[in-house]
């Protein structure tokens, strides 16, 4: 069973996907100014969204769900946001857009974080 965890609500479903349809159709209504999450315990703590679709990007923290998977064979991962899947996705095509810049380097990276992490190597700490 699948609760909803809604301020006041508590409604139990059988799937993931009915609970994902009753919040959408009666907690996130189309046509606001703002969106706020009002699941129990929320770390946003009622921190609104101005966006609609960020709003359920968000929801999915609370329901684990993950509607994007990778369509590359034998690859099973699933995504909550559809730019996680588009990154993973360069790791099947070994694209590594994130060139270390560095004179003399020559590592790569799929990930903008990855190389930020990279280009620690290259500082000399001051002591």
């Not at 909803?4 to 100014?33: F, M, P, S, Y």
């Not at 009622?46 to 064979?73: L, V």
């Not at 990276?109 to 500082?123: E, I, M, P, Q």
């Amino acid at each position: 069973m699948f609760l909803c965890l809604w301020e006041n609500c508590e409604q139990e479903w059988t799937t993931l996907e009915a609970l994902i349809t009753h919040v959408r159709n009666d907690h996130v209504a189309q046509g606001k100014k703002f969106y706020v999450c009002r699941w129990k315990n929320c770390r946003r703590n009622q921190k609104p969204f101005i966006k609609r679709h960020k709003m359920y990007n968000h929801f999915r923290t609370h329901t684990g769900e993950k509607p994007f998977q990778c369509d590359d064979e034998g690859c099973q991962r699933r995504f909550s946001r559809l730019d996680s899947l588009v990154t993973h996705k360069k790791v099947h095509s070994n694209i590594r857009p994130f060139q270390c810049k560095v004179p003399d380097c020559t590592k790569a990276y799929f990930h903008a974080r990855s190389l930020r992490k990279h280009l620690r190597c290259h500082t000399v700490p001051s002591g």
